[in-house]
């Protein structure tokens, strides 16, 4: 095993990495910005190197300053994290052209899936079932024209290097087509320096469930079940829950075996997450994401499983210490994302932490980097707390989040407790019958 980890990022994912690291009796070394030396995961880890200037850039995002510490400390490995460098090709090169562990999957996988059209013709080839498209990038109008009528409409025009969301046009008829092509290939250039496109079927209504993996040096894969992550704003996810309210086990199964089957023949190593659009009782490959998620905990309270610790311990080389068949899943997790964010505009709302009352009993979890006095920097992610609580069915899931979500105190700063306390309160939400445009409708509508 590995004796020392660097780990490199910040709030709650640093924290839960260390103490990943601490169970595991691995020494940790924390990287920070000059705004975060008074971070939780700084004074707890063993070792601790400020590596820049406040913005990410300067900082989390700094290749050489990175590798110059691990080098300096002695780090064995590197953690990425989620975010910042965990998807990053490049780095994951360069960590080992330095002889340092990359805890995470080989560099041509994080590639191969971060180009969305040489992922989706990957996914096919596994036997992934994909949303109906093009497969190659479309280069010209005429093209786009001819490939729109094998599709049909409403289509959706796509970045190859896009993801998350970013760099979609929607064409809802031949007449949209042209201008949708035109300036989804230019914003695609202008954001990502890479302007080839592909075109997909817009499917109008469909939830987001994704699939984790987790696979060995050894061929052994296994799949964790889905998580539903459709209640979003904006591609950010706002709640997540396992199992989604609407796989049964049968159907959980069917697609746990494919992910799985298809990460084993790709030779894939450590985490992945398979995300799918469904509709109408049919799952539709979109992209695939190389790293730990943020919603990973919802996924261990259901299986019991640390994927963090399985996570390092196959970047070590050992195998996964469990089968397909030892993976139960037993009860129903939620995760809810609290955002330091003004709950009407979502404006980020940075600042003094002075309060701070953590909820708890059974099955209530808290992920969170913050304490009385910590100060919410202007210059990352809004993130600063998940509440994640596990029960014997949706139902006592649900009252625990609810109970959780009145003890919790977070002030003077805004925060977006009071969005998920009024999600909870709908009918959808207690029925579980959202889609992908449920939350973004319903702030719409509210007064
Ligand atoms: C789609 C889609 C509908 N049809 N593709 C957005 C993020 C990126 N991962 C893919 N996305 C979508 N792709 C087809 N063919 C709708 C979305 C989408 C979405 C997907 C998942 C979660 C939230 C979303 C919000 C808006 C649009």
Redesign the pocket.
């Known amino acids: 095993m590995f004796s020392k980890i660097l780990i490199a990022n910040r709030g709650d994912v640093a924290l839960r990495v260390l103490r990943a690291c601490k169970e595991l009796n691995i020494k940790t070394v924390a990287i920070h910005s000059t705004a975060d030396s008074e971070a939780i995961h700084v004074r707890l880890a063993d070792e601790s190197v400020c590596i820049g200037p406040a913005p990410s850039s300067k900082s989390y995002l700094n290749i050489p300053a990175i590798i110059t510490a691990a080098q300096l400390v002695g780090a064995e490995a590197i953690h990425p994290g989620v975010g910042f460098l965990s998807e990053n090709a490049d780095f994951a090169e360069i960590v080992e052209a330095h002889n340092i562990v990359f805890i995470g999957p080989k560099p041509e996988h994080i590639r191969c899936m971060g180009d969305k059209i040489e992922a989706k013709i990957t996914a096919q080839k596994l036997g992934i079932p994909l949303?109906p498209?093009s497969k190659t990038d479309i280069i010209n109008f005429e093209t786009a024209l001819q490939e729109a009528k094998k599709v049909g409409y409403p289509l959706?025009i796509?970045a190859a290097s896009?993801?998350?969301?970013r760099g979609?046009k929607v064409a809802l008829n031949e007449e949209e087509l042209e201008s949708a092509f035109t300036s989804a290939k230019s914003e695609a250039k202008a954001a990502f320096g890479d302007d080839r496109v592909y075109i997909?079927?817009?499917?109008?209504k469909?939830r987001?469930i994704e699939v984790q993996i987790i696979a060995d040096k050894f061929g052994n894969t296994v799949h964790l079940g889905e998580r539903e992550?459709?209640i979003?704003r904006r591609?950010q996810k706002v709640i997540e829950e396992a199992p989604s309210p609407v796989i049964d086990d049968k159907t959980r199964n069917i697609i746990g075996e494919i992910a799985s089957k298809a990460v084993s023949k790709m030779g894939y190593l450590g985490l992945g997450t398979i995300?799918f659009?469904y509709e109408g009782n049919q799952f539709?490959f979109?992209?695939m994401n190389t790293r730990l998620q943020v919603e990973h905990p919802i996924t261990e309270a259901i299986t019991g499983i640390d994927l963090v610790r399985e996570q390092i311990r196959i970047a070590a080389g050992y195998p996964l210490s469990f089968q397909q068949k030892d993976v139960q899943f037993k009860g129903h997790a939620i995760e809810c994302r609290i955002n330091a964010e003004d709950p009407q505009t979502f404006i980020p709302s940075p600042g003094t932490i002075t309060q701070f009352h953590s909820p708890g009993g059974l099955g209530v979890r808290i992920e969170s980097c913050i304490y009385s006095g910590y100060k919410v920097p202007p210059y990352y992610d809004s993130l600063i707390a998940k509440l994640i609580v596990h029960g014997n069915d949706r139902d006592q899931c649900l009252l625990r989040l609810k109970q959780a979500l009145k003890e919790i105190v977070i002030e003077p700063i805004s925060t977006t407790i009071d969005l998920h306390k009024q999600i909870l309160d709908t009918e959808v939400m207690q029925k579980g019958t959202y889609d992908?445009?449920w939350l973004e409708t319903k702030l719409l509508n509210r007064n």
Do not use: A, D, T, W
Request: neutral net charge.
């Open positions: 949303v498209g959706l796509k896009g993801g998350g969301g979609m997909e079927r817009y499917l109008q469909p987001h992550c459709s979003q591609h995300e659009l539709f979109i992209e992908i445009r």
